[in-house]
Protein backbone atom coordinates (compact mmCIF):
# COMPACT_ATOMS: atom_id res chain seq x y z
CA UNK A 1 0.00 0.00 0.00
CA UNK A 2 0.72 3.82 -0.25
CA UNK A 3 1.76 5.70 2.74
CA UNK A 4 3.28 8.40 3.72
CA UNK A 5 6.76 8.27 5.37
CA UNK A 6 10.40 9.88 6.24
CA UNK A 7 13.79 8.10 6.52
CA UNK A 8 15.22 10.55 8.33
CA UNK A 9 14.30 13.41 10.91
CA UNK A 10 13.98 16.72 8.95
CA UNK A 11 11.62 19.28 7.88
CA UNK A 12 8.61 18.68 5.72
CA UNK A 13 10.79 17.97 3.01
CA UNK A 14 11.66 14.90 4.17
CA UNK A 15 8.15 13.69 3.59
CA UNK A 16 7.51 11.17 0.88
CA UNK A 17 4.69 8.84 -0.23
CA UNK A 18 6.52 5.40 -0.59
CA UNK A 19 5.11 1.53 -0.20
CA UNK A 20 4.62 -0.10 3.30
CA UNK A 21 3.23 -3.40 4.51
CA UNK A 22 -0.40 -3.70 4.31
CA UNK A 23 -0.82 -3.16 8.53
CA UNK A 24 -3.04 -5.83 10.57
CA UNK A 25 -5.70 -5.33 13.22
CA UNK A 26 -4.79 -7.13 16.48
CA UNK A 27 -7.21 -7.73 19.08
CA UNK A 28 -9.95 -5.52 19.38
CA UNK A 29 -9.10 -3.08 16.47
CA UNK A 30 -10.26 -2.49 13.14
CA UNK A 31 -8.32 -2.27 9.78
CA UNK A 32 -9.64 0.75 7.27
CA UNK A 33 -9.33 1.65 4.07
CA UNK A 34 -8.53 5.33 4.78
CA UNK A 35 -10.77 8.27 2.92
CA UNK A 36 -8.77 10.66 5.41
CA UNK A 37 -6.81 11.38 7.71
CA UNK A 38 -5.43 14.08 9.71
CA UNK A 39 -2.67 16.59 10.07
CA UNK A 40 -1.13 17.02 14.05
CA UNK A 41 1.04 18.91 15.33
CA UNK A 42 2.49 15.88 17.04
CA UNK A 43 3.55 14.36 13.51
CA UNK A 44 5.61 16.74 12.39
CA UNK A 45 7.76 17.15 16.48
CA UNK A 46 7.98 13.36 16.14
CA UNK A 47 9.47 13.99 12.23
CA UNK A 48 11.60 17.00 13.20
CA UNK A 49 13.34 14.63 15.28
CA UNK A 50 11.87 16.73 18.92
CA UNK A 51 10.76 13.81 20.47
CA UNK A 52 13.85 11.62 19.45
CA UNK A 53 15.82 12.80 22.36
CA UNK A 54 19.02 12.71 20.39
CA UNK A 55 18.37 8.89 18.97
CA UNK A 56 18.80 8.40 15.16
CA UNK A 57 15.93 7.22 13.10
CA UNK A 58 14.97 3.36 13.43
CA UNK A 59 13.58 2.17 10.19
CA UNK A 60 11.26 4.46 8.43
CA UNK A 61 8.94 7.07 10.20
CA UNK A 62 5.10 6.89 9.84
CA UNK A 63 2.40 9.73 10.22
CA UNK A 64 -0.95 10.24 11.20
CA UNK A 65 -2.82 9.30 14.52
CA UNK A 66 -6.47 9.70 13.38
CA UNK A 67 -9.00 8.71 10.14
CA UNK A 68 -11.80 8.14 8.73
CA UNK A 69 -12.76 5.31 6.39
CA UNK A 70 -14.37 1.74 5.35
CA UNK A 71 -13.67 -1.23 7.41
CA UNK A 72 -11.89 -3.66 5.35
CA UNK A 73 -10.89 -6.27 8.16
CA UNK A 74 -11.61 -6.77 11.58
CA UNK A 75 -9.19 -7.42 14.64
CA UNK A 76 -10.36 -10.61 17.05
CA UNK A 77 -13.28 -10.07 19.11
CA UNK A 78 -14.71 -7.05 17.02
CA UNK A 79 -18.46 -7.06 16.80
CA UNK A 80 -19.89 -3.41 17.62
CA UNK A 81 -18.81 -2.71 13.46
CA UNK A 82 -18.69 -5.17 9.97
CA UNK A 83 -16.84 -5.30 7.03
CA UNK A 84 -18.36 -2.24 5.16
CA UNK A 85 -18.98 0.01 7.66
CA UNK A 86 -17.72 3.63 7.70
CA UNK A 87 -16.45 4.51 10.98
CA UNK A 88 -13.58 7.40 12.05
CA UNK A 89 -11.18 7.41 15.19
CA UNK A 90 -7.67 7.23 16.14
CA UNK A 91 -4.87 4.62 15.20
CA UNK A 92 -1.26 5.26 14.12
CA UNK A 93 0.39 5.46 11.08
CA UNK A 94 -2.84 6.82 9.61
CA UNK A 95 -1.62 8.81 6.99
CA UNK A 96 -1.53 5.93 4.49
CA UNK A 97 -3.98 3.39 1.68
CA UNK A 98 -5.00 1.14 4.55
CA UNK A 99 -4.15 1.74 8.87
CA UNK A 100 -5.79 0.43 12.10
CA UNK A 101 -7.66 2.10 14.26
CA UNK A 102 -8.12 1.03 18.36
CA UNK A 103 -10.44 3.77 19.27
CA UNK A 104 -13.22 4.18 16.67
CA UNK A 105 -17.15 5.10 16.23
CA UNK A 106 -19.45 4.89 13.20
CA UNK A 107 -19.16 8.18 11.11
CA UNK A 108 -22.41 9.71 10.81
CA UNK A 109 -23.57 9.34 7.14
CA UNK A 110 -24.15 13.45 6.89
CA UNK A 111 -20.85 13.76 8.09
CA UNK A 112 -17.75 14.12 5.37
CA UNK A 113 -14.78 11.91 5.24
CA UNK A 114 -12.61 14.70 5.27
CA UNK A 115 -14.63 16.28 9.00
CA UNK A 116 -14.89 12.82 10.50
CA UNK A 117 -11.26 12.18 10.03
CA UNK A 118 -10.33 15.80 11.80
CA UNK A 119 -12.79 15.12 14.65
CA UNK A 120 -10.11 12.32 16.08
CA UNK A 121 -6.95 13.34 18.44
CA UNK A 122 -8.55 16.70 18.57
CA UNK A 123 -12.10 15.34 20.26
CA UNK A 124 -10.27 12.77 21.99
CA UNK A 125 -8.22 15.14 23.47
CA UNK A 126 -10.18 17.97 24.43
CA UNK A 127 -12.38 15.56 26.11
CA UNK A 128 -9.90 14.39 27.77
CA UNK A 129 -8.83 17.50 29.38
CA UNK A 130 -12.37 19.01 29.92
CA UNK A 131 -12.91 16.30 31.97
CA UNK A 132 -9.58 16.59 34.14
CA UNK A 133 -10.75 20.22 34.44
CA UNK A 134 -14.62 19.18 35.19
CA UNK A 135 -15.77 21.14 32.47
CA UNK A 136 -19.54 20.83 32.21
CA UNK A 137 -22.99 22.79 32.58
CA UNK A 138 -22.80 25.89 34.22
CA UNK A 139 -18.84 26.25 34.03
CA UNK A 140 -16.93 28.78 33.45
CA UNK A 141 -13.88 28.14 31.18
CA UNK A 142 -10.68 29.77 29.48
CA UNK A 143 -9.52 27.96 26.40
CA UNK A 144 -6.03 29.31 25.25
CA UNK A 145 -5.69 28.51 21.82
CA UNK A 146 -9.29 28.30 21.10
CA UNK A 147 -9.15 28.64 16.98
CA UNK A 148 -6.54 25.27 16.04
CA UNK A 149 -7.01 21.88 15.57
CA UNK A 150 -7.62 21.05 19.48
CA UNK A 151 -9.03 24.39 20.60
CA UNK A 152 -12.36 24.92 18.46
CA UNK A 153 -13.00 21.40 19.21
CA UNK A 154 -12.90 22.03 22.61
CA UNK A 155 -14.96 25.40 22.45
CA UNK A 156 -17.44 23.20 21.15
CA UNK A 157 -17.71 20.63 23.41
CA UNK A 158 -17.54 22.96 26.36
CA UNK A 159 -20.20 24.81 24.55
CA UNK A 160 -22.68 21.86 24.19
CA UNK A 161 -21.80 20.91 27.51
CA UNK A 162 -23.21 24.10 28.80
CA UNK A 163 -20.33 25.94 29.94
CA UNK A 164 -19.58 29.45 29.25
CA UNK A 165 -16.64 30.17 26.96
CA UNK A 166 -14.33 32.26 26.68
CA UNK A 167 -11.34 31.82 24.24
CA UNK A 168 -7.92 33.32 22.90
CA UNK A 169 -7.08 33.56 18.92
CA UNK A 170 -4.80 36.23 16.85
CA UNK A 171 -6.60 39.03 15.70
CA UNK A 172 -7.59 36.88 12.14
CA UNK A 173 -9.32 34.18 13.90
CA UNK A 174 -11.59 36.56 16.60
CA UNK A 175 -14.29 36.18 14.51
CA UNK A 176 -14.19 32.60 13.93
CA UNK A 177 -14.30 31.91 17.96
CA UNK A 178 -17.43 34.06 18.14
CA UNK A 179 -19.07 32.17 15.20
CA UNK A 180 -18.50 28.29 17.25
CA UNK A 181 -19.93 30.07 20.40
CA UNK A 182 -17.02 31.65 22.67
CA UNK A 183 -16.14 35.05 23.92
CA UNK A 184 -12.96 35.84 21.57
CA UNK A 185 -9.91 37.76 23.45
CA UNK A 186 -6.35 38.49 22.22
CA UNK A 187 -3.68 36.46 23.45
CA UNK A 188 -0.34 37.48 24.65
CA UNK A 189 0.34 40.74 26.92
CA UNK A 190 -2.52 41.70 29.00
CA UNK A 191 -4.10 38.20 28.66
CA UNK A 192 -4.64 38.09 32.04
CA UNK A 193 -6.89 41.37 32.48
CA UNK A 194 -8.66 40.88 28.80
CA UNK A 195 -9.98 37.31 30.28
CA UNK A 196 -11.11 38.85 34.02
CA UNK A 197 -12.93 41.54 31.98
CA UNK A 198 -14.63 38.69 29.63
CA UNK A 199 -15.65 36.59 32.48
CA UNK A 200 -16.53 39.16 35.59
CA UNK A 201 -18.11 35.93 37.89
CA UNK A 202 -14.53 34.39 37.22
CA UNK A 203 -13.34 31.23 35.80
CA UNK A 204 -13.45 27.45 37.31
CA UNK A 205 -11.28 26.06 34.90
CA UNK A 206 -8.21 26.82 32.29
CA UNK A 207 -7.88 24.87 28.92
CA UNK A 208 -4.13 25.87 28.06
CA UNK A 209 -4.13 24.21 24.34
CA UNK A 210 -1.56 26.63 22.37
CA UNK A 211 0.99 25.86 25.65
CA UNK A 212 2.34 29.45 25.22
CA UNK A 213 1.06 31.82 27.95
CA UNK A 214 3.31 31.49 31.05
CA UNK A 215 1.62 28.90 33.21
CA UNK A 216 2.07 31.22 36.39
CA UNK A 217 -0.77 33.64 34.35
CA UNK A 218 -3.31 30.76 34.05
CA UNK A 219 -3.35 29.27 37.07
CA UNK A 220 -3.86 33.17 38.40
CA UNK A 221 -7.26 33.12 36.60
CA UNK A 222 -8.45 30.17 38.79
CA UNK A 223 -9.29 29.28 42.48
CA UNK A 224 -7.27 26.34 42.76
CA UNK A 225 -4.12 26.04 40.24
CA UNK A 226 -4.95 22.40 39.40
CA UNK A 227 -7.87 23.68 37.48
CA UNK A 228 -5.60 24.59 34.96
CA UNK A 229 -4.51 21.87 32.32
CA UNK A 230 -2.00 22.44 29.73
CA UNK A 231 -1.19 19.57 27.07
CA UNK A 232 0.99 21.38 25.31
CA UNK A 233 3.08 23.02 28.02
CA UNK A 234 4.53 19.84 29.85
CA UNK A 235 6.57 23.03 32.34
CA UNK A 236 3.44 24.00 33.89
CA UNK A 237 3.04 21.29 36.51
CA UNK A 238 6.17 23.55 38.32
CA UNK A 239 2.92 26.24 38.48
CA UNK A 240 0.61 23.55 39.87
CA UNK A 241 -1.35 22.86 36.63
CA UNK A 242 -2.35 19.77 35.45
CA UNK A 243 -0.44 18.64 31.98
CA UNK A 244 -1.73 15.52 30.15
CA UNK A 245 -0.36 13.51 26.86
CA UNK A 246 -2.82 10.66 26.91
CA UNK A 247 -3.84 7.43 29.35
CA UNK A 248 -6.44 9.31 30.77
CA UNK A 249 -10.14 8.93 29.91
CA UNK A 250 -11.71 6.34 28.03
CA UNK A 251 -10.75 6.99 24.07
CA UNK A 252 -13.63 4.90 22.89
CA UNK A 253 -16.15 6.60 24.66
CA UNK A 254 -14.90 9.98 23.78
CA UNK A 255 -15.26 8.61 19.77
CA UNK A 256 -18.86 7.73 20.48
CA UNK A 257 -19.55 10.88 22.03
CA UNK A 258 -18.12 12.86 19.04
CA UNK A 259 -19.91 11.17 16.75
CA UNK A 260 -22.90 12.28 18.60
CA UNK A 261 -21.87 15.51 18.74
CA UNK A 262 -20.87 15.78 15.32
CA UNK A 263 -24.13 14.32 14.20
CA UNK A 264 -26.39 16.79 16.16
CA UNK A 265 -24.30 19.69 14.41
CA UNK A 266 -22.96 20.42 17.74
CA UNK A 267 -19.31 20.33 16.61
CA UNK A 268 -18.91 21.63 13.15
CA UNK A 269 -14.57 21.36 12.39
CA UNK A 270 -13.27 23.44 9.70
CA UNK A 271 -11.19 21.19 7.21
CA UNK A 272 -8.87 22.37 4.81
CA UNK A 273 -8.08 19.49 2.44
CA UNK A 274 -4.52 18.10 0.75
CA UNK A 275 -4.13 15.21 -1.42
CA UNK A 276 -1.71 13.26 0.33
CA UNK A 277 1.00 14.17 -2.67
CA UNK A 278 0.81 17.40 -1.00
CA UNK A 279 1.70 16.56 2.60
CA UNK A 280 4.55 18.89 2.19
CA UNK A 281 2.28 22.35 1.87
CA UNK A 282 -0.07 20.94 4.58
CA UNK A 283 3.11 20.43 7.14
CA UNK A 284 4.43 24.35 6.63
CA UNK A 285 0.83 25.07 7.26
CA UNK A 286 0.64 23.03 10.11
CA UNK A 287 4.26 24.25 11.38
CA UNK A 288 3.51 27.89 10.89
CA UNK A 289 1.20 26.96 14.53
CA UNK A 290 -1.41 29.31 13.41
CA UNK A 291 -4.07 26.87 11.85
CA UNK A 292 -7.34 27.72 11.67
CA UNK A 293 -9.10 24.10 12.54
CA UNK A 294 -7.94 21.33 10.85
CA UNK A 295 -6.16 20.16 8.13
CA UNK A 296 -6.37 16.82 6.34
CA UNK A 297 -4.81 14.47 3.83
CA UNK A 298 -6.61 12.33 1.52
CA UNK A 299 -4.92 9.26 0.16
N1 LIG B 1 -0.86 16.36 25.09
C1 LIG B 1 -1.74 15.92 24.23
O1 LIG B 1 -2.43 14.91 24.48
C2 LIG B 1 -1.92 16.63 22.93
C3 LIG B 1 -2.87 16.22 22.01
C4 LIG B 1 -3.07 17.00 20.86
C5 LIG B 1 -2.28 18.13 20.65
N2 LIG B 1 -1.32 18.46 21.55
C6 LIG B 1 -0.50 19.67 21.37
O2 LIG B 1 -1.35 20.79 21.56
C7 LIG B 1 -0.89 21.88 20.78
C8 LIG B 1 -2.05 22.42 19.96
O3 LIG B 1 -2.46 21.44 19.01
P1 LIG B 1 -3.44 21.84 17.82
O4 LIG B 1 -3.68 20.63 17.02
O5 LIG B 1 -4.59 22.60 18.34
O6 LIG B 1 -2.48 22.86 17.02
P2 LIG B 1 -2.83 23.85 15.82
O7 LIG B 1 -4.01 23.34 15.07
O8 LIG B 1 -1.57 24.07 15.08
O9 LIG B 1 -3.29 25.21 16.54
C9 LIG B 1 -2.39 25.98 17.24
C10 LIG B 1 -3.18 27.15 17.85
O10 LIG B 1 -2.30 27.86 18.73
C11 LIG B 1 -2.71 29.23 18.70
N3 LIG B 1 -1.62 30.06 19.18
C12 LIG B 1 -0.46 30.40 18.55
N4 LIG B 1 0.28 31.21 19.33
C13 LIG B 1 -0.42 31.37 20.48
C14 LIG B 1 -0.20 32.10 21.68
N5 LIG B 1 0.91 32.82 21.87
N6 LIG B 1 -1.13 32.04 22.67
C15 LIG B 1 -2.25 31.30 22.53
N7 LIG B 1 -2.53 30.60 21.39
C16 LIG B 1 -1.63 30.64 20.39
C17 LIG B 1 -3.04 29.46 17.25
O11 LIG B 1 -3.93 30.57 17.17
P3 LIG B 1 -3.81 31.66 15.97
O12 LIG B 1 -3.83 30.87 14.68
O13 LIG B 1 -5.01 32.52 16.13
O14 LIG B 1 -2.48 32.36 16.17
C18 LIG B 1 -3.70 28.14 16.84
O15 LIG B 1 -5.09 28.24 16.99
C19 LIG B 1 0.30 21.34 19.96
O16 LIG B 1 1.48 21.67 20.62
C20 LIG B 1 0.08 19.83 19.98
O17 LIG B 1 1.27 19.10 19.80
C21 LIG B 1 -1.12 17.74 22.69
Given amino acids: MRALQFSEYGGPEVLSVGEAPDPSPGPGQVRIRVRAASVNPV????????????????????????????????????????????????GSATAAELAVLNAYARKPASIDWAVAAAAGVAAET?????????????????VDGGAGGVGAVAVQIAV????TVVATASEPNLGYLREIGATAIHYGDGLADRARAAAPGGFDAVFDVAGKTDAAVLTGLVSAPSQVVSIANFAATAA????????????RAAMAE???????????????????????EAFGISESGHVRGKLVLLP
Avoid: C, Y
Avoid at 65 to 77: K, Y
Avoid at 81 to 86: E, F, I, K, P, T
Avoid at 240 to 251: F, K, L, R, W
Fill in 240 to 251: GAQVTSGGEGDP
Fill in 126 to 142: SIRALDLVGVGAGSTVL
Fill in 43 to 90: DWKIRGGFMAQGEPLEGLGTIGWDAAGVVDELGEGVTDVAVGDDVFGL
Fill in 160 to 163: ARGA
Fill in 258 to 280: TARLLEQNQLVIKVQTFPIDRAV
